[in-house]
Every structure is written in structure tokens, then in C-alpha cells.
């Protein structure tokens, strides 16, 4: 055996007995003589690169360290080991991985980096840095260095995913939607990149698309129980609600904890009239969650829908920004106080709002001088708020102003009224199923000048278009009797009596104030005359016959004891109220008996088409109003059909507005401070049928001379604020607060 052979032999076994430096210095003994040998030169290169790298068993450790969750000790035994391996990739990569779990996010970019350094190849290490970069607010350069791997690697999934998820952050939707779906095609197996392209589908209102992704997403992962949840709202969106309602069933069923499919069914639950299973779906999330305040709150919603009051103390534990998901409608019958509802406006505009558009319009004048009016609302059809608006459309000045009505209701065959309004609109659109951006487009494209929202936070809006600027000029008119708390709306039409000074600190629109009323009314409403008489109501022939034809959500137990006080006090007399659910009538027979009053007093009628209710009115004798949230149409109706209202002038906007109907048509008296005088007024006309017969007389005498019911003087004060709203802007002035004589 030669010498070099020798030499080799006797390197390789002290290799093998781990004492690397004997055999370092033999090999190098070897090369200083054969300086060529091939053999001494790999094995020399194999020794200095294990140097480089921990053992198997070391970096096992770390993994199973890991896979178990214990990031503390990952990132312990990987910063030692990076500062005895620094070449070590697999070391650096795993440390930033954990350092990421820990939030350490620099710490985590330094490990990344060094990764990187020690080998370059690896795409992953790049995605992690970007991840990392991400977390600390450099968005510009974690979006450089996904593009830099996608640009090594074409075909990696991952970071063409991250990458849409960052460009999300930056509302860059179509190009995040193109990475998604980029990875798809790389991978059309990646779950959460078809759960996230529908989640973007969805958010642009493409339901159909988004229904796709979803339904792909669970496919792949029949247990993934968001994507089953995100289905149902799209489901629900398209009024597909038995659908909606079977998708939350598979979400919960995948994970019985997910309290927003528990919400979210409770919502559907609601479309569906099954106010008790909604109630039990919002309360499962609450135990869920003790501390969901939107839960909460949409509990209490539903249970004063049913007039179940044993909660109703829960309401305070309802404020704070957790419940800014829930509309601010919700809490209207539960507190008289302004102050309240502003703050809940703000923290659902806050919510609900996108952010402010990149430029705003600036339509050139119309070719015709006349005023370009859009008004937008889901409840152009028979509803509450046409019955009051219809005059008005009527009688708008055609001449003055193009006047276009943008509809996103359901589409429904074609009432009267849908038909009456085609007629006296220079356009009816249907925007329905049009996503938010193509909205704006269409509105800025007809050049409007005035965009009036009919809706604010009630059910089926889309109050959340005018955040991104339809017109100069945005207001808010006639849906939702409070502020909507958000920037993008310019000015509110309210009057003196709902809007008393000093009021419009809780409104963050300038207050146009009209004179004597600020709600529309049509004084070509027909009154059907009722033919089946009292008896076919079930009303007493004598007995008096308060009545009080609010939804069921307005009573509450302030309203309650003051009611079955005066049924108390007035022998033979019945309170007539409307038939909403059957669990509200059971409920408030229950609260009857409970203070002493045969719940037989108790008459419950049900909805009847609208002439035919203006008709049946003639049989009631007063109309008792409900006091933080008042009758507003069903008020007007009553008036209209000669019954007189009696109400308390509350401190909400909603709590004053039928104080501003009895005020506009003339009878100021019926509009009381407190529940003492209420309580007082009410059983003295029930005891006095000559002073109620004065006021009968009055109504029905001077009904149409009064201002409630002038629906051609309304329509004129309304479109002398537009025009003085308009030519504000065009006289470069920002909104303000004015009147109307």
C-alpha cells in the first residue's frame, strides 16, 4: 500500500470517528503533496460544508420544536445554531419562521435575509421576507421582493397568493383577483386561493362568480367553514334565503363555534318571519362570545320585534365599537337620547364606508339648465315610503329638474306604484345587481348634480355608494330618521320641530330645516270606505277604541304600562293594534295580564292594502304613538284619514317626528313634553267625547288646507333647498345650514 493511500485510509476513519480536525489536517497533509488528487480535494469539501450545517438530529429538533408550537424554544435553539452555522439555510429559514409566530417581524427579516445569503435558491425564503416586510407596514417592498420570486420562480403559487393578499391591503382588487387567480391555475387545488378570489368577488358584488370560488373552496375542502358561511351571504344577497339558510347549516356543522355563520343565520332567519330561531342563533353566538356586543344587540332587535322585554336591560351593555357591524337602526327603540345615536352612526360609518374616492365629480351644466336630481333607494314599489312620496314625485317640476330614480330594490312584478313613478321620472334605473364601482360610473356618467339617499340604515341598503361620491351634491331625505355620520353626505332635510336648535350637533350633515314638516306626504291617497263595520275588526259597537298601528319593535314597556293604565281607567274600551307575529301577540297578552288587563282588550288586525286601511281608521277613536321611535307613516295615514295621533315630543329625530305632524296639520295640543301629560291628554279625550269630537271636526275640516297635507307647496319648499343646495356649490361655497320658508 502506498504512502497517499495510507494517508487517505487514515483520514477517512478519523472522519468517521467524528474527530474532524485529524482528518482535515491529513487531507490537507495529502494536497500540499498531490495538490491535483481528486479524492483528498471532495473529501476535504465535504468536511468544511458539514462544518456548515448543524447535524440531522439538531435541526429535527427545531422541526418537531416547531410542529408543536413552541416557538419560544424554536427561536432559542435556532439563534444558536445560526451563530455556529451561519451558512446554514434551513437554520435561518425556521428561526424567521418562528420569529414570525412571535411577532418578532424584524427579527424574523434579518433571519430571512441571512437565509437568502447562505443560498440564494430557495424560493420560499424570499416569500417569508416579503411576509415579513408585510408585517412591519413596507408594503412597497414586500410587494418588490414577491415579484422578484415571481419573477425567479413563474410557476410558485405561493407568493402569486401572498401577493394578491398584499395588493387587497392597498385596495388593489383586479389586480389582486388576476394573482389569485394565477395561482389557481398553478394550483387548482389551492383552497384559499379560490376561498380569498370569492371573498374579492363577492366584495364587487359578482355573487355568481363568488358562489363559484366558494363552492370550489368547499369541494376541495368540504370542512372549510368560512367559505360555507361566505356563501350563504351571497346566497342571501340574491334572496336565495332556504339556500343561504342550508349553506349556514354545513358552516356551523363544519364548526359549531363559527358565531358569524351564527349570525348570519339569524339574519336569514329574519327574512324568513322565524323571529324565535333568529333570536336563538344571535344568542348561540353571544354564548359564544359574552362580549359580541352586535350579537347582543341583534338579539334585543328581534326580541322587541316580539315583544319579549325580559332583556331589554341588556341594551347597555350594547355600546362600544364591537357592535359598529350592526346599523344604527337597530338601537333607536331602546334610548331617547341623540348623543347615543351619533356615536353609533359614526362607528358604523367608520365601518361601513370605503375610503375616500381618488377624485370626485365635477359634471359639466346640463345642455337644458335643468338641476340633475338621482334619487336611490331599494323601496321604489308599494311600500311606506312611496305611499308618502308619490305626491311628491308627482308634482316634481319636470321643467326645473331631470329627475331620475336609481332602483336596487328586488325586482318584482310591476305595482302601481313602480308604474305610477316610471311616469314621472325622466329615467327609472335598475342597479340592483350592478357592483358599487359601476354604480358610481353610471351616476357620474348621467352627470348628476344632486344624489338624495331615500334609505340610510334601514333593511336592504346601499348607503355605502355614496361614500365614493355619485354627485358634487349628496343628500340624505325622507329613509332614516337620524345622521348617517359620515363626511360623504352634505346635508340632512329635517324641520323646527324635529330639528329644535341646537340640535344639529348630532348630525354631521349642514340641517336643511323646511318649514312645518319635513316629511312628504300625497294628498291624492284614496280612503277606501270600510264596509265591514266594527264588529268585522272585532271592535266593540261603544266601547272607545284606542289604536296604535306601529310595528310591534316600537313598544316598549314605558308605552305598555301607560296603555293598560288607560284601559284601566276607560271601562269598555279595546286597544287595537296591528298583527305583526303571532309570538308578539302572545307576548303582549301576556305583559296585558300581567298589569291587570283581560288580554281579550287586546284586538289584533291584520295588514290589509293601504286604502283599505286608510278606510278601517274611521272606526278607532285615538291613535296612541309609540314614543322613542314615533309613527311616522302610520301617523300620516291616521291624520290623513281623520284620526287623531297623540304623541310625546321626544329628544331623537325619530322621537319628534310625529310631534311635526300634528304641528303641520294644525293641532299643536296632541304634541305632549312628558309621559305625565301624555298619560293625562290621552285619558281626558277618552273621557271627553265632545272636546275629541272638536278635534275630530278640526282635522277633518281643515285637513287639506293645513301644510302636512299640501303635497304641491312640499314639493316647491324641497326643490327650493336643492336649488339653493346646488347653487352653493356652483358659487364655489361648501355646504351649511339653511332654512326653507
Same mark, same amino acid.
Given at each position: ?16 470517528? +467524528? ?12 494536497? #500540499? ?8 480535494? !471532495? /473529501? ?10 448543524? %447535524? ?41 419562521? !418562528? ?54 420562480? &413563474? ?16 385596495? *388593489? ?41 366558494? /363552492? ?33 347549516? @354545513? ?68 355600546? +362600544? ?11 333607536? &327603540? ?9 356615536? *353609533? ?8 364606508? &370605503? ?6 365629480? #365635477?359634471? =359639466? ?38 329627475? *331620475? ?14 308604474? #305610477? ?12 345587481? $350592478? ?72 348630525? %354631521? ?26 264588529? +268585522? ?10 289604536? %296604535? ?14 296603555? $293598560? ?29 300581567? *298589569? +291587570? ?53 321626544? @329628544?331623537?329625530? !325619530? ?8 304641528? !303641520? ?16 291628554? =290621552? ?44 347653487? @352653493? ?13
Amino acid at each position: 500500500m502506498s504512502g497517499l493511500e495510507s494517508l487517505l485510509i487514515k483520514a477517512k476513519g478519523a472522519a468517521k470517528r +467524528g474527530e474532524t480536525e485529524a482528518a482535515r489536517a491529513i487531507y490537507r497533509q495529502v494536497l #500540499d503533496k498531490h495538490p491535483r488528487n481528486p479524492r483528498a480535494r !471532495a /473529501a476535504l469539501e465535504a468536511l468544511e460544508a458539514a462544518s456548515d450545517s448543524p %447535524s440531522q438530529q439538531q435541526f429535527d429538533v427545531m422541526v418537531t420544536a416547531y410542529r408543536a408550537g413552541r416557538m419560544d424554544e424554536v427561536a432559542r435553539r435556532g439563534h444558536a445554531l445560526a451563530e455556529a452555522f451561519p451558512r446554514a439555510h434551513g437554520v435561518h429559514n425556521l428561526l424567521g419562521a !418562528a420569529l414570525l409566530a412571535l411577532e418578532d417581524n424584524a427579527g424574523a427579516e434579518t433571519a430571512f435575509r441571512r437565509a437568502i445569503e447562505a443560498d440564494p435558491q430557495p424560493r420560499a425564503s424570499y416569500n417569508n421576507l416579503a411576509i415579513a416586510l408585510r408585517k412591519q407596514g413596507r408594503l412597497a417592498e414586500a410587494e418588490a421582493t414577491y415579484r422578484e420570486v415571481i419573477m425567479r420562480a &413563474p410557476d410558485y403559487a405561493d407568493a402569486r397568493y401572498n401577493l394578491a393578499n398584499l395588493l387587497q391591503l392597498s385596495d *388593489r382588487d383586479d389586480e389582486a383577483a388576476e394573482h389569485f387567480a394565477a395561482a389557481i391555475r398553478i394550483d387548482p387545488g389551492y383552497v384559499d386561493a379560490h376561498y380569498n378570489l370569492g371573498n374579492l368577488k363577492a366584495k364587487a358584488a359578482l355573487r355568481e362568480d363568488a358562489l363559484a370560488c366558494f /363552492a370550489q373552496a368547499v369541494r376541495l375542502r368540504p370542512g372549510h367553514s368560512d367559505a360555507h358561511n361566505n356563501m350563504g351571504a351571497e346566497l342571501l344577497a340574491l334572496d336565495r334565503v332556504d339556500e343561504a339558510l342550508a349553506a349556514y347549516d @354545513r358552516a356551523l356543522a363544519a364548526n359549531p363555534a363559527n358565531a358569524q355563520a351564527l349570525i348570519n343565520k339569524g339574519k336569514a332567519l329574519v327574512l324568513k318571519g322565524d323571529e324565535p330561531g333568529a333570536i336563538a342563533a344571535f344568542r348561540g353566538a353571544l354564548a359564544l362570545d359574552p362580549g359580541d356586543r352586535s350579537a347582543r344587540l341583534q338579539a334585543l332587535f328581534e326580541e322587541a320585534h316580539i315583544c319579549d322585554w325580559r332583556s331589554r336591560g341588556e341594551f347597555v351593555l350594547t355600546e +362600544g365599537p364591537e357592535a359598529a357591524a350592526v346599523q344604527p337602526f337597530a338601537s333607536l &327603540p331602546f334610548i331617547d337620547d341623540p348623543a347615543h345615536q351619533y356615536r *353609533r352612526s359614526l362607528a358604523c360609518a367608520a365601518q361601513m364606508f &370605503p375610503p375616500a374616492p381618488a377624485s370626485l365629480p #365635477d359634471p =359639466a351644466p346640463s345642455t337644458d339648465g335643468r338641476i340633475r336630481i338621482g334619487y336611490f333607494s331599494a323601496d321604489f314599489h308599494n311600500h311606506a315610503t312611496m305611499y308618502l312620496m308619490a305626491g311628491f314625485f308627482r308634482e316634481h317640476d319636470r321643467d326645473r329638474f331631470d329627475v *331620475r330614480l336609481y332602483s336596487y330594490g328586488p325586482r318584482r312584478e310591476e305595482d302601481r306604484a313602480r308604474a #305610477d313613478l316610471r311616469g314621472h321620472a325622466d329615467a327609472f334605473t335598475e342597479i340592483g345587481a $350592478m357592483r358599487d364601482e359601476d354604480v358610481v360610473a353610471l351616476a357620474r356618467a348621467d352627470g348628476l348634480d344632486i344624489a338624495v339617499d331615500l334609505k340610510g340604515y334601514t333593511r336592504g341598503t346601499r348607503t355605502r355608494l355614496f361614500g365614493r361620491r355619485l354627485a358634487p351634491v349628496q343628500v340624505s331625505f325622507m329613509g332614516y330618521p337620524g345622521t348617517i355620520g359620515h363626511p360623504c353626505m352634505d346635508y340632512f332635510i329635517a324641520d323646527p320641530v324635529t330639528m329644535p336648535p341646537g340640535a344639529e350637533r348630532f348630525f %354631521s350633515e349642514k340641517i336643511v330645516r323646511l318649514a312645518h314638516c319635513y316629511q312628504a306626504n300625497d294628498d291624492k291617497r284614496q280612503i277606501v270606505p270600510d264596509t265591514r263595520g266594527r264588529a +268585522g275588526w272585532d271592535l266593540p259597537e261603544q266601547g272607545f277604541v284606542f289604536a %296604535s298601528f306601529n310595528h310591534t319593535y316600537k313598544i316598549s314597556p314605558r308605552e305598555w304600562d301607560i296603555w $293598560m293604565g288607560l284601559l284601566r281607567d276607560v271601562p269598555g274600551s279595546v286597544l287595537w293594534l296591528l298583527r305583526s307575529n303571532r309570538w308578539a301577540e302572545d307576548n303582549l297578552r301576556r305583559e296585558a295580564q300581567a *298589569r +291587570g288587563i283581560d288580554p281579550a282588550r287586546l284586538v289584533f288586525s291584520p295588514s290589509v292594502p293601504h286604502g283599505e286601511h286608510l278606510g278601517r281608521l274611521a272606526h278607532a277613536d285615538l291613535f296612541l304613538d309609540t314614543f322613542a321611535v314615533n309613527a311616522h307613516t302610520t301617523a300620516s295615514d291616521a291624520l290623513w284619514a281623520g284620526l287623531p295621533v297623540l304623541t310625546l315630543a321626544g @329628544r331623537q329625530f !325619530a322621537a319628534r317626528v310625529a310631534a311635526s305632524l300634528v304641528h !303641520a296639520v294644525g293641532l299643536p295640543e296632541l304634541a305632549v313634553e312628558s309621559e305625565a301629560a301624555y298619560a293625562a291628554l =290621552a285619558l281626558e279625550l277618552a273621557r271627553d267625547p265632545t272636546r275629541l269630537s272638536t278635534i275630530r271636526n278640526r282635522l277633518t275640516a281643515d285637513r287639506t288646507s293645513q301644510p302636512l297635507f299640501d303635497t304641491t307647496g312640499y314639493t316647491r319648499r324641497v326643490e327650493t333647498a336643492l336649488a339653493r343646495m346646488h347653487e @352653493r356649490r356652483l358659487d364655489g361655497l361648501a355646504p351649511d345650514h339653511f332654512a326653507v320658508a
